[in-house]
């Protein structure tokens, strides 16, 4: 284990489930070595997976916990090739489950989110309230939550949860959390009235009642988000996603927050937001409706443009909006739609560019649709699509 690419591999192969069982003692037995291959490993695994749960790393326990999903970074190039395809929107997606790797991670404590079960991660929304109550949310029936001494603090409603028509006995803000997993997308009304829809695997940590906020309305975002919010001229919004806050009055935006993306991306639908790096508020970019600041994690630097909104939030219809995007970043978006992992072997696709629209579509009728204009051949098994020549 010697040199960084035999490492590499060993990973590679761990995550698609290829790896034997000698190279798997072999590479368990190099991560527990010391501390500095550790820190390695854990980098290794921000680049790779898609990190929804922070805690204290137990190296033996997690190693066989680990997130077996990888997300190859693809590179762009001025090759072209055009998918466009409208079907019907009566598809089903994929269910299948996941398993969640949980590391340490540096946080400030207000924004430090909280640690949920692997079981009730895996195929449902999981809410926790600030007095410790964890309940698995369904989309079934109309139901009442409440808090562990009976009080009601939501009502299920249709696909959602609303906080804002239930009688508060909170007299200090006290923070709730809900997580959305792969595969499924949510809508949650808030205290004040906000409307917000959570994509698949994103976590929101957001005060039980708003109206106690003396200041500023704050929420804690991972993942990405619709906010409708409800206009308050003394108590500014503000999203906390990462490295930037997103402040506003009152208005429609969509943020793209995922850990394992190179950016942040805000794109403003109506009304007007300040875009600014949490760390430094001089940073700070004014948008105006159909224009969207990206934030690039590696440098540090806002980008603004102008951008059609109907790509950025048609995930709230079920629908995917290809345009100019590369095949690694399109299977980055299906394994969280459609709650799978994809292996990519076939590395002659890394360079292509697609454009198209889908409308709820199964994964395979996706897939078929790609490959009909650049030829690949694909095998489900279980929860992984593995791609080849």
Known sequence: MAKMQDKNVLIEKFLS?????KERKILKKWVLQNKENLSVFRAEIRKRSEGTLYHHFDGSQAFESFLDTINKKQTRTKQYRSIFRYAAMVAL??????????????EEPQQQLTNTSEKELENNIVISLADGTQQVVT???????????????AKKEGQGLDFSGQQSTVSKPVFNEIYVPYGQTFKLTLSDGTKVWLNAGTRLRFPQNLK??????????????????????????????????IRVLGTQFNVSAY??????????????VNVYENSNPDTKIALSPNY????????????KQKVDTRIFTSWMERKLIIDNLSFGQILKKLERSHNVTIVNNASHLNNEIFKGEFDNERIENILNTIASSTPFNYTIQNNVITISK
């Open 292 to 303: 969207q600041a990206s934030f690039l994690k590696g440098n540090g630097v806002f980008e």
């Open 139 to 153: 989309t079934d029936s109309e139901t009442l939550l409440t808090d562990k001494n009976g009080n009601i603090v």
């Open 93 to 106: 997606l994929l269910t299948v489950g996941y398993i969640t790797y949980q590391y340490n991670v540096s």
């Open 259 to 272: 850990e394992s993306d190179d950016n942040i991306a805000t794109t403003l639908v109506e009304g007007a």
């Open 212 to 245: 106690t906020a003396s200041q500023n309305r704050v929420v804690y975002l991972e993942g990405e988000a619709f906010f409708d919010v409800t206009k308050d001229k003394k108590r500014p919004f503000i999203v906390n996603a990462q490295n930037i806050d």
């Open 17 to 21: 489930r290829t790896i034997s069982k």
